[in-house]
């Protein structure tokens, strides 16, 4: 159902107001491996953060390829909606990226306090994974079907 896909222009608003995304990528056995993570939409590109010896970072490292699932649920957001994004993800450790990036990953995170969410944040084995979409192959947006996808009249 193409007329049920997300707007491309739209998926800024989705990955800025989902609370989380489900990074996905092939674990140390080549299975599927995914782990649902916080995340920040920066300029286009996606920024989490683990430490060193996670199985997604040992993923990342060994193959850039990975996808993303986000989500509107527990979101503000009207209607329904999801994207999986295919990615080349890198992890970074250096020092300029990390005083770029931590603080704003932790005023997403902790807007009260994001002083002391980057105290958390700035640690020794923290590294940070960056995601640069290549393509969206599957989406939906309710608010584009019928009834919202429910049904009934649109």
């Known amino acids: 159902m193409t007329q049920a896909r997300l707007d491309p222009g739209d998926l800024a608003e ?3 107001a989902a609370p989380e995304c489900t990074l996905v990528f092939v674990d140390d056995d080549g299975w599927p491996g995914g782990v649902t993570m916080s995340h920040l939409f920066h300029e286009g590109r996606f ?3 683990s430490v060193r010896g996670r199985a997604q970072v040992r993923a990342v490292e060994r193959d850039e390829r990975v996808g993303l699932v986000v989500s509107s649920a527990g979101s503000p957001l009207p209607g329904r909606r999801m994207v999986r994004v295919r990615g080349r993800a890198v992890v970074l450790d250096d020092r ?3 005083d ?3 603080p704003l990953i932790s005023a997403r995170l902790q807007p009260s306090d994001p002083d002391r969410m ?3 944040l700035d640690s020794p084995r923290r590294v940070l994974i960056r995601v640069d979409p290549v393509a969206c192959p599957q989406s939906h947006d309710s608010r584009r079907v019928a009834g919202d996808g ?3 009249a649109r």
């Open 14 to 16: 989705l990955a800025d």
């Open 100 to 102: 770029a990036i931590l």
């Open 150 to 152: 429910r049904g009934g």
């Open 96 to 98: 300029a990226t990390r």
């Open 47 to 49: 920024w989490l953060t």
């Open 118 to 120: 980057l105290a958390l």
